[in-house]
């Protein structure tokens, strides 16, 4: 990947780049709120089996975790902008509750770019800022620009749901994860048997059903912790998980912390 200019911002894990889109072999996820604006092409995303293209003009947000892969330009490469922003950092801008619904269920957030952003301008701007000592007004830019394009997002139509089985068991998963599903009742909304969409989702998503339904589980209890006072145990059973010991596992597993430290550093943070 040919980049311009990179720049990561490691106490806050904040990463910046601008340059040539590259074709990406094999799906690749990270548990941020990825933001990109396409400044000349076209890039279109393999999400699953979902095709999303993202225009000369356009911004696009949408949750990384989910595997995604950038297939190869039909035409000549595009130039992009990129930022992510880790997933807990997002969920303290206490963003609309339907936006951050809408994300964390898999759907990409796409607009055009307001007339009077240039971009690529902006974006130099940003990697002198996180490179400086003016990374707090930086970070405040990227999400008034996230917030821009989930706004305008909003107003479009939403189009239609899922259009395979791959994608109608995700949405399911996305939609049902509180509640005590099994691989069987995801395999059932596809009517198909069970090994079979094991198989089948594992292929699509890169990760098993098992895996997809704890992602979705922690990042509730991470959106939880950072807009709620619910002691941790609450927040365990609120985002689905059957004990507060799994909870507690499966927690420091992904997320590389504890709930309670995971809530403390919010808090510092914001301080």
Known sequence: MKYEAVVELAPAGIWVA???????????????IEL?????????????????????????????????????????????????VPLSAVLAWDL???????????RPALAALPSDVDASRVWRRWEQDFAGRDADAALLEVQALMRRTLRAARARPSGTGPSSRPLEMAAFIMERFRDPITASDVAAVAHLNT????????????????DFLLRRR????????????LDCSAVGYAAGFGSGSTFYAQFAKLAGTSPGQYRASLRASGD
């Open 218 to 229: 922690v990042a509730e209890a991470q959106r939880l912790l950072a807009t709620t006072d």
């Open 195 to 210: 090994e079979y969409a094991m198989t089948l989702f594992r292929r699509t998503w890169s990760m098993t059903i098992g």
């Open 36 to 84: 990109n604006v396409v400044t000349s092409g076209a890039i279109e995303y393999l999400m699953g089996e979902r095709r999303v293209r993202v225009e000369q003009g356009q911004s696009a947000v949408f949750w990384a975790s989910l595997p995604h892969r950038l297939l190869a330009p039909a035409g000549a490469p595009a130039e992009v902008c990129w930022v992510h």
């Open 96 to 106: 609309p509750a339907a936006d951050m619904r809408s994300l964390l269920e898999g």
């Open 18 to 32: 601008q340059g040539t889109a590259p074709e990406m072999a094999r799906p690749h996820s990270h548990d941020d």
